[in-house]
């Protein structure tokens, strides 16, 4: 091959890879924006599931606490009702 047809060749080469490389880099910023795409949704999806979380156990200690006053009503009709029978008998 003539030495400006060697050239020639190792251009087009040259071009190739940068192309390749282009190609590469770009698909390594796509892929890098769809994982911080990816992270801004699971954010939002860890923000939606703490509040719920918040929320339910806002419940249950006020389930807890209302489950406590309810037993010291119980117990304390309990109390007055033995009491009243054994003044009855
Ligand atoms: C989820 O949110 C909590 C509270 O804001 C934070 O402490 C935690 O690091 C977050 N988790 C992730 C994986 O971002």
Redesign the pocket.
Known sequence: MKRGGRLRVMKFLAHLLLMSLLGIKRQEQMHLSDLEMQVAQ??VE??TL?KGLTDISHKFNKAVVDNHVLRSDVEALLLSSILSNSMVS
Request: charged share 0%; glycine share 0%; net charge neutral.
């Open positions: 699971l954010c860890n923000t703490l």
